[in-house]
């Protein structure tokens, strides 16, 4: 009998949670437009061959394609929520598997508009339910405002990333409102609750 797996009920209980916060849940292609906005700041690009389509390039995080939907809705009602688990994909430099992708499952949630707070409550909301601790330190990201931005750190990996979106990435995208993200990787958490 088919039954689902452990993966697919802890990612159901994370959107169960981000849904009861009023968050809506988005799902976007796999593929990233091959134009200056979505890959303005990626270094190791990874295009699929004969696509028939702008959208060429394998996504390497959640971020780029929830800000085109930003970017597509800006002109929409605020206060705008949105979050996506979602697969990423991301340069094999260590042969691990055959086809020299890594494939992720990572999370991201949006809040607009939004400042770091409100953003650090969705974080430490996702940790007490789940019972998990993620260490936090200061960095840089190069999305994110200086000083306004932080590394997320799960059993002393580096797992993501939480801030305010930088006013020159908005204005990148032609997005009007201030913009607050989370974006995490799933694959060390599931491994310590589930035994992924």
Do not use: C
């Amino acid at each position: 009998a088919g039954e689902e797996s452990k993966e697919e009920k802890f990612k159901a209980k994370m959107a169960e949670l981000l849904i009861g916060l009023q968050i809506n849940e988005i799902s976007t292609y796999h593929l990233i437009r091959n134009n200056e906005a979505e890959l303005s700041n990626l270094k190791d690009k990874m295009e699929v061959e004969n696509s028939k389509t702008d959208y060429k390039i394998l996504r390497p995080n959640l971020l780029i394609p929830a800000l085109r939907i930003f970017s597509e809705n800006k002109d929409h009602d605020y206060p705008q929520k949105i979050f996506e688990i979602g697969t990423i994909f991301i340069n094999d430099k260590n042969n691990i598997t055959e086809t020299g992708i890594l494939e992720k499952d990572n999370l991201i949630v949006l809040l607009s508009p939004s400042n770091f707070t409100e953003i650090k409550q969705i974080l430490n909301y996702l940790e007490n339910s789940l019972n998990i601790k993620i260490e936090v330190k200061e960095s840089l990201h190069q999305d994110l405002i200086d000083g306004r931005s932080i590394s997320l750190h799960f059993n002393k990996k580096q797992v993501g990333y939480l801030g305010e979106v930088h006013p020159k990435t908005l204005q990148d995208w032609n997005i009007k409102m201030p913009i607050s993200v989370l974006e995490i990787s799933l694959d060390e958490i599931m491994n310590e609750i589930i035994g992924y």
